[in-house]
């Protein structure tokens, strides 16, 4: 025994981390997106960039390296193994944990935390019983010796990350002593220099085919002067060796850069392969290393046997046991003996990264950031890129273009078309929300005004502002300028098809008339809002067209009669052509006099309504959510709540309520026959209808009902001195 | 009377106009302010500087200028007589009328419109009978021959200005011949230069007597040697002058620049005097002029008498009639015999001066512009000052305190004081409406990068940056920080004091706490934002403070105690002292995960709640408006609408109602025994509720209440068994 005490004692020697700022940043993103609330063990995949030549490289050896890549599930399958290169990036598997609270993170029993880590992922395995030979050995082959856990918490607002890293290791009592050493030097070696060759290239072999597995160990059975034989290692081809002791060494890829020492995973691997042969007493290693046979070590060791009951216990408490039960473990208690180390510091590390993400894709990334919450608790099926991917038209760039822009920012839309002939004036600036002092005083076209202030707020919008006159009926177009015209009308009809979604935002009644009627007939939703001094109306025109429903119906044989009745548009209401009600406005009139709360409310509700839309499977075609005496129904509704056709509200009496209106056949704006005389005569017709608006009732059937209704009113029997009776 | 033919016409010529930027500024403010909607005739006064001495100065003679003080009522009282200086500002009397409508102004009726106004304003009192002398010689004294007269329509918005004038002139038909004509030669005038010298001395006298009274005629009798006596104008003076026609001579101050001709008051002069006797067909006249008796003209002047029939129609036309009637007046068939002319311009002449004023300014009026159009048509009695004038606390600038520093600014409130700790990042771009990417990347603090907002704005605005803590109970401070947070509770003590309303937008109950307490010891109104996911509240804390109503009670013998109950605040409705509800927060609840709208549709309400408290009589005292079943109730309504305590809506229901809350007498924010611990231990009582804040809930008498409430529960008989039932 005081032989044995006096050899040299094997020492270990730490990894070094290399963490990526891409690292942070998907970890992050996972945070935010896939665990949110959750804090489970999610896989993370280091690796450590291995020089296999003969040729020492400078690069240290020790260096575990953490990217952007480092959650990716199956990453082997990306780095194709490639034999021609002179390093192989081995893989260092572990596991990462998140906390929501700091006070989480703090409160981290080290201990535990790892003693559970290595004891389900390595001792586990490794003591597994009644496996096959083959079952053993392929459940060996997976054991992650080169183990990596890192336990964070996130400050996501800030982009603060506070994190503490383990490279587990586990040891036994007891030390582990070097009976012999032997390196670069044939005479200690107990095999021949080209043996050692060939244990390296048959290690370098392995490496490259499963970089995944880490050190990667095996087993050579050496007879001098044969050449070395190769096996996989088990417990069970350990024992079966052993009588054979003296030519069995146990090789593996050592990511040591000192001289004497092994590296944490070597001690991994040692404990692990004492507990499944706890009879053992000595061991052969052969820590191959970059550079070569000439840079790798042979060392013979020894150590106490282990005590069978603390291998009995062990296995009691694994054999079957979930991760849940391995980390309810006393370990302290329970198994004494076990040691276990590897932290990187003792306290926790923060990492400030704000300075280092682009600002650009940072403020895209964190303004949809309290988006991103919604779905942790409120609303985890909340589906926001629908809404957040589509292409919004704003035709008018007033207080309402202002604030719907603002609103959908808030939803993540990104993709905006500003459409506005005006300019910005300093009567403008308390209500209009995008624009500044001075915008006015350059006098600048309110869309590049708005479409600048939405860019210098989230940079990477794509905005198109499109100083466009929107013609209404009733404003005639002069002779000489109706090629111009039409132009103007071409590109709206442009802006409307290529737009998921309308937004009709203009101050007067005819304004809203050409594109309600371009957007019925392409299809493309409208919502429409409406001020009064103290009310508002928020609603959506109903799709599908009728171009759509009257084919559909066709191709069914009629059958979409049954369907719910369209939803009207804005002109639905009231079958009366628009018509110039620009003209003869006093001041008043032509600014629109409201209280300052209408435009705010009924521009988030214009918006809120879009998004309820987008998470309703039927998109724009969902039915008008309607209040029933008998109760709640459930059309009409999504996740996101109640989706009425109108919403009214008036700050006056503060209160809201919903109404639906359905599709007029005379309406003026949407009706078939309208649509029908549209499409035949495009967009020339639509200037007719601008210079002579009559004719627009006339189209529609308004004027044959108008005069009917005439013919009716004569032939009623009028007498002043009857009353009305109801028949 | 072929000689007569041969004899040279008497001409007239016109005079120039000059107007200041400021006229039409006053213009436009008189429009927005004060006639909006109405087309009053108003007042109008230019001013033509004659020089009064003896030396001929080179400034035209001729200039009407316009001032801003041209609208002033009584002009005269301010340019103090002024008998030492060589000028006179001599007045111009007239009308000027705005235009609702452009149309209004381009479809002017030339002729009639000045016809009626030299009908009203001089032919009506020229032609007055039954007078007596001196009646007559007053009613003459007042006669605007000196008219000026401006229609106008005003593009407020742009500060474009159209406008016509005219210096209304009537004339008769038939020509006014020149028999004999005489200037600076003692000769050929009927009087000694001597004379012409008194004359003249006696017309500045009364000039810089009465600068209002225009041309100031008056009627000099002549006969030499002797120097001439000087009588005021009338009818009857003249004609019982008349027999002595030579001496009588019309003496007037002249603003003729041409030496030939006389100005065009002159004209008016004269056909008043030509109508009031008709049977005058000759007359003397000594026009004075600028640079004394050798600039001035002596003419004696032939014409026809006038038809007496006219007179007579003109009599019945004019004796009683309004002005209304006056202008309906068909002149052109009725009296053809009537010419009148004196436009400047034939067409509308437009003026673009939005360049002139400055911008700063400008901002500051035109954004108000839209909230003095309120007054206009929809609530003439609105009282906008009120809420404009005063200053706003905002304890929190995140979404909601952007939000409602925004629509206070469309209220037209200037005085904002901004609280709050944080920088910005780059998450709260798309919420937080102040707000840019450059501010997140510079990670600015908040107050400082919103109050630079709210002056990109409008740069009149004046905003107090305050970057404080507000301290928390639960919130525990070191007993090293007890001196820094005491200063900061002073502050936020003096903040609170000195402002007019608090808006209370943080985003924690437990910030809510000491600013609550505070406002309700001092007696500053409170309004309060609070958002769910997808609901919000929005009220109004109750006023008067504790103090108030209980002093009051006590100088009215408790009569106060039939005073309705006072309104409640945030924490009347749950009596558990706040606490630290702030660690242990998972990220999305740190952050406040709401809709989007919830914020804007809650800052809306907030303000214009706001709105509304200020246009009631009692302001923050008005009773909450309550729905009654029994129909609508007249408390807590203002013009605006109604005032409810709270308003709670809800975004997933696109719902609103109101709710009231009570002040309850356990509050542990406004109890009075709070209120009473506070003013007796100050800020120190303060900071030991943040550091124990069960000692609040012992100070309001929670803790007693709860201990009666346990020992009740304790005395009650359980029976698992027994059901409960009602008794």
Redesign the interface.
């Known amino acids: 025994m005081t032989t044995t005490a006096e050899l040299p004692r094997l020492t270990f020697s730490d990894y070094q981390l290399s963490v990526d700022v891409g690292f942070w940043e998907e970890l992050r993103r996972l945070?935010?997106m896939m665990w949110?609330?959750e804090e489970p063990f999610a896989s993370l995949h280091g690796s450590i960039r291995t020089n296999v030549s003969n040729r020492a490289l400078l690069t240290p050896a020790n260096v575990v390296h953490l990217s952007s890549a480092a959650f990716e599930v199956a990453p082997s399958e990306h780095g194709a193994v490639n034999t021609f290169t002179e390093v192989v990036d081995v893989q260092m598997r572990g596991k990462v944990k998140n906390y929501?609270?700091p006070?989480g993170l703090k409160s981290l029993d080290s201990r535990n935390a790892l003693l559970s880590l290595v004891a389900e992922y390595m001792l586990k395995p490794a003591l597994a019983d009644n496996l096959t030979a083959e079952e053993e050995e392929e459940s060996w082959s997976q054991i992650p010796f080169c183990m990596v856990s890192m336990y964070t918490y996130?400050d996501?607002?800030?982009y603060r990350f506070f994190h503490k890293e383990a490279f587990p290791s586990i040891a036994l009592d007891g030390s582990i002593l070097i009976k012999a050493a032997a390196r670069e030097s044939a005479d200690s070696l107990p095999f021949s220099l080209s043996a050692a060759q060939a244990i390296y290239d048959h290690g370098v072999a392995r490496l490259r085919s499963y970089p995944e597995r880490g050190c990667n160990p095996f087993l050579s059975m050496c007879s001098p002067p044969a050449l070395p034989v190769f096996k996989a290692l088990s417990p069970r081809a350990l024992s079966v060796a052993e009588d054979d002791a003296a030519h069995v060494i146990l090789c593996f890829f050592d990511f040591s850069d000192a001289a004497e020492t092994l590296c944490l995973s070597a001690r991994n691997l040692i404990t692990c392969v004492r507990l499944a042969v706890p009879s053992l007493t000595s061991l052969s290693v052969y820590a191959l290393r970059s550079g070569g046979p000439a840079k790798s070590l042979f060392l013979q060791l020894a150590f106490d046997a282990v005590d069978q009951a603390t291998v009995t216990a062990l296995k009691l408490r694994l054999t079957g046991a979930a991760f849940d039960k391995v980390q309810g473990v006393n370990w302290k208690e329970e198994f004494p003996s076990l040691k276990v180390s590897g932290w990187r510091k003792k306290k926790v590390e923060g990492l400030d990264l704000?300075a280092f993400i682009d600002?650009?894709r940072?403020?895209d990334?964190?303004?949809?950031?309290?988006l991103e919450?919604?779905k942790?608790?409120?609303l985890p099926s909340l589906e926001l890129s629908r809404l957040a991917d589509c292409k919004v038209l704003l035709l008018g760039t007033g207080t309402l273009g202002c604030?719907v822009a603002?609103?959908l920012?808030?939803?993540?839309v990104r993709h905006f078309t500003l459409v506005d002939r005006g300019n910005v004036?300093?009567?403008n600036?308390?209500?209009q929300?995008l624009?500044?002092?001075?915008d006015?005083?350059q006098?600048k076209s309110k869309v590049d005004a708005a479409a600048e202030a939405l860019r210098?707020?989230?940079?990477s919008v794509v905005v198109r502002p499109v100083p466009l006159t929107i013609h209404m009926p009733g404003h005639r177009v002069d002779e000489g300028k109706l090629d111009e015209v039409l132009g103007e009308v071409h590109l709206l009809e442009e802006l409307i098809g290529n737009s998921d979604v309308v937004f009709l935002l203009t101050d007067s009644r005819e304004a809203r008339w050409m594109p309600t009627l371009i957007s019925a007939a392409c299809g493309t939703p409208v919502v429409n809002v409406a001020l009064g001094?103290?009310t508002y109306v928020v609603m959506r025109h109903g799709v599908p067209s009728a171009a759509n429903s009257r084919s559909n119906a066709v191709r069914n044989g009629g059958a979409a009669a049954t369907a719910p009745a369209a939803l009207g548009c804005y002109f639905c209401s009231d079958v009366v052509a628009p018509t110039d009600s620009l003209?003869?406005?006093?001041?008043?009139e032509?600014?629109?006099?409201?209280?300052?709360?209408v435009s705010?409310?009924a521009?988030?509700?214009a918006?809120?309504l879009v998004?309820e839309v987008y998470q309703h499977p039927d998109g724009f075609c969902c039915p008008a959510y309607r209040e029933s005496a008998s109760g709640d129904t459930d059309t009409g509704k999504c996740r996101?709540?109640?989706i009425?056709q109108q919403?009214r509200?008036?700050?006056?009496?503060?209160?809201?309520?919903?109404l639906c209106g359905e599709r007029n056949p005379f309406c003026t704006a949407c009706s078939d026959k309208l649509l029908d005389a549209y499409r035949a005569g495009g967009a020339a017709f639509l200037l007719r209808c601008v210079n002579t608006p009559m004719d627009i009732e006339e189209v529609c059937g308004v004027k044959e009902l108008k005069e009917s209704w005439e013919t009716d009113v004569k032939e009623m029997c009028w007498s002043s001195d009857e009353e009305w009776v109801d028949s």
């Open positions: 945070k935010l949110k609330l929501n609270f006070e996130i996501a607002k800030s704000g600002p650009v940072r403020a990334s964190d303004s949809r950031f309290n919450l919604m942790w608790r409120v604030n603002r609103n920012l808030m939803w993540g004036s300093f009567s600036l308390a209500r929300s624009f500044t002092f001075e006015a005083k006098n210098s707020i989230i940079p001094f103290d003209s003869f406005r006093a001041l008043d032509q600014c629109t006099v409201t209280r300052p709360a705010s409310i521009s988030a509700i918006v809120e998004a996101l709540g109640v009425p919403i509200g008036s700050v006056f009496s503060h209160s809201m309520h919903h």
